[in-house]
């Protein structure tokens, strides 16, 4: 499977980046917005979701909260047994953000 | 020239758990807004406004829920704050745009419309949440608890407080649906939804709707309840913060301003409680729970040296009507200064601080507004 990294959104202008997308930049207010890779980040926090409201058990989520290098703060599905302090990247699978670990 | 409104008239249906198969929101908003008219002592014809908060009117819409009711309307309006209406309301009365304002929240709710509505509750969730598995928001709320726990150095029993204390007050309340007392041991021992939340940190999903009416303040006799102080922070952070500035603080000095008052001087304390890390937080914001109270929460609980917090028992222990959620405490708070609260009434209640918290637009709620009510 060929991996697709997430894109995030960069200010043209102010050159702030932001995830999810936007419609202008949140710090300076221009529309011209660029895509760009989301590079690599830093898992914060993991949490593990056991129960999906609908009942179904499909066993547990794991859900991490990574900051990027590059600024934004986003949720990602843990690929691997992750933790707080991991480097990962961010692949996009079908809209889905998943943290890989970053072997450094 | 300016009419003062006042709140004249409050309902709330039963809430159940299991709704009857064949009901519709619209019946139940009906039902609200009917008994909140007559409590107001209002003819159906005279009301001129109404305001509606529910997601599961679809496909109708409120002028739907007009014409069906017979309301003829110089003034409408529909969102899911509804305090954010109530304010609205309060203005069109003071400036002649209305005179008798019915405002409704509700949602006839079972799991698979929970469902529904929570994996289409807004593009990113549609689009960057549910593909990942995230229905409903309680990974990001594990986040958010897991974060304000390190940081005041608490354990699970402070939140666990909460839930307790609620426990004991909905077992006062008629739409009380989680009434047995809890100790801080089952709390601890109930089945793990998230890693870091217990089945009883969440709300349990209920069918109901509340209403309140707003009336010109001359056109009324008998007990009706002020409206002080109000303000609202809607999107104040782009969601780019770590969820723990809800943005209540510069609100709680607004309403101190307004009303000439210490917001925190009150009787009661109606939070919005999805969870209980965001009623805690919302009250360390308000001014009402101190550090040194925080820290000691989970020995001490609640009680003794603070406003009675969410008097009902709040969301998460009468159940969430839908987006009538957002109207539950308000409710709560407006029987509590008229005297109608039954068992649970708080003697001598006279001022009460009533908030809103949600729309989660990715990581946590964007928005939060609060109004300061005084009896009258």
Known sequence: MIEIELAIQQCEQCGHRMFPERLACSRCGSSALLSQPAGPGTVCDRVDVYRAPSGADDGPTHVVLVELDAGPRLLARAAVDLVGGDRVSVSDEALAAVAMRLWS | ?376
């Open chain 2, 1 to 376: 020239m300016s009419h003062e409104a006042v709140i004249a008239g409050v309902a709330q249906t039963t809430y159940t758990r299991r709704p009857e198969p064949d009901g519709t929101t619209a019946e139940l908003l009906a039902e609200a807004i009917l008994a909140a008219i007559a409590d107001a002592g209002l003819e159906p014809g005279e009301v001129d406004g109404l305001g509606v908060s529910s997601f599961l009117l679809t496909p109708d819409r409120p002028i739907d829920l007009a014409w069906k009711l017979g309301l003829r309307l110089r003034w409408l309006m529909a969102e899911p704050l509804t305090l954010t209406i109530v304010q609205h309301a309060r203005r069109a009365i003071e400036s002649g745009d209305a005179r008798n304002i019915v405002i409704v929240g509700g949602d006839r709710m079972d799991s698979g419309r929970f469902r529904e509505m929570v994996s289409r509750y807004n593009a990113v969730t549609e689009q960057r949440l549910v593909p990942m598995g995230l229905v409903g928001p309680n990974a990001q709320f594990s986040l958010i608890t897991a974060e304000h726990r390190r940081r005041h150095g608490l354990g699970p029993e402070a939140y666990g407080q909460v839930v307790i204390h609620q426990r004991a007050r909905a077992a006062l309340h008629r739409n009380g649906i989680f009434t047995d007392p809890l100790t801080v041991e089952e709390y601890l021992a109930a089945p793990m939804v998230t890693s870091e939340l217990r089945l009883y940190d969440c709300v349990p999903l209920v069918t109901g709707a509340g209403a309140v009416v707003l009336r010109r303040a001359n056109d009324v006799q008998g007990p009706v309840v002020r409206m002080v102080g109000y303000d609202a922070v809607l999107n104040h952070d782009h969601q780019e913060g770590d969820g723990l500035d809800l943005g209540l603080g510069p609100i709680a000095e607004q309403l101190g301003v307004q009303s000439g008052t210490d917001p925190t001087d009150v009787d009661l304390v109606s939070v919005y409680d999805d969870y209980p890390v965001i009623v805690l937080q919302q009250l360390q914001e308000l001014g009402v729970l101190s550090e040194e109270r925080l820290a000691s929460l989970g020995e001490t609980g609640f009680g003794e040296g603070l406003p009675i917090v969410n008097p009902s028992g709040g969301l998460l222990c009468c159940g969430q009507a839908g987006v009538g959620g957002e109207l539950h405490g308000f409710v709560d708070a407006v029987e509590q200064l008229t005297g109608k609260s039954g068992a649970g009434q708080i003697q001598g209640a006279h001022r009460a601080l009533v908030t809103n918290y949600g729309m989660v637009l990715y990581r946590y709620g964007a928005c939060a507004v609060a109004m300061l009510l005084e009896a009258a």
